[in-house]
T-cell receptor
Framework: KAGVTQTPRYLIKTRGQQVTLSCSPI?????VSWYQQTPGQGLQFLFE???????NKGNFPGRFSGRQFSNSRSEMNVSTLELGDSALYLC???????????????FGPGTRLLVL | SQQGEEDPQALSIQEGENATMNCSYK?????LQWYRQNSGRGLVHLIL?????REKHSGRLRVTLDTSKKSSSLLITASRAADTASYFC?????????????FGSGTRLQVQP
């Protein structure tokens, strides 16, 4: 099976702009999570989607939003970009097992966003 | 916020030596996972150990889990230059309602050829 793919891989934006990142999960995986990685804060959870519904959300401002489509592909959007939003954004997918038990998450290569 | 702290933050060894990384966490968990990340790329899943397991092996990897001490260790035996990467532990606590992986701060491993 093909792995998790993310587009674009690199992005440069300026403050105040908005950005949309895309993630295609492994075929058959219905759960998609997003993480932000920065040198200062490390890896932090943004949100998780399952069957087009947001199931869990991290502690990020409302400028960060996401959605999931019927084919499980997911997008995240950041509006009014700030310098501190510069980060590696990682998407992960996993199989959702009945009962909610979480199993291995498979990560994509990430999108590196630079805000100038 | 980060659940775990990893120790050491950085480790430099010679090829062929063993590398041991430790992870401590704060709350109860269902499982603990170890990931590798090469130079700012995506995370690669290495191994998962459940809360009712104490030790697990996968190739050159050995993971231990001590839930009473809330700690885990990752041992890489006979290290190779290709093992140079950052290693992260991540805890999963789905039955507490916290459905996201919580990552440690990572250990940067440098294996000298």
């Amino acid at each position: 099976k093909a792995g998790v793919t993310q587009t674009p891989r690199y992005l440069i934006k300026t403050r105040g702009q908005q950005v949309t990142l895309s993630c295609s999960p492994i075929s058959g995986h219905r759960s998609v999570s997003w993480y932000q990685q920065t040198p200062g804060q490390g890896l932090q959870f943004l949100f998780e989607y399952f069957s087009e519904t947001q199931r869990n959300k991290g502690n990020f401002p409302g400028r960060f939003s996401g959605r999931q489509f019927s084919n499980s592909r997911s997008e995240m959007n950041v509006s009014t970009l700030e310098l501190g939003d510069s980060a590696l954004y990682l998407c992960a997918s996993r199989n959702w097992i009945a009962g909610g038990q979480q199993e291995t998450q498979y990560f994509g290569p990430g999108t590196r966003l630079l805000v100038l | 916020s980060q659940q775990g702290e990893e120790d050491p933050q950085a480790l430099s060894i010679q090829e062929g030596e063993n590398a041991t990384m430790n992870c401590s966490y704060k709350t109860s968990i269902n499982n603990l996972q170890w990931y590798r990340q090469n130079s700012g790329r995506g995370l690669v899943h290495l191994i998962l150990i459940r809360s009712n397991e104490r030790e697990k092996h996968s190739g050159r990897l050995r993971v231990t889990l001590d839930t009473s001490k809330k700690s885990s260790s990752l041992l890489i035996t006979a290290s190779r230059a290709a093992d140079t990467a950052s290693y992260f532990c991540a805890t999963d606590a789905w039955d507490t309602g916290r459905r996201a992986l919580t990552f440690g701060s990572g250990t940067r491993l440098q294996v000298q050829p």
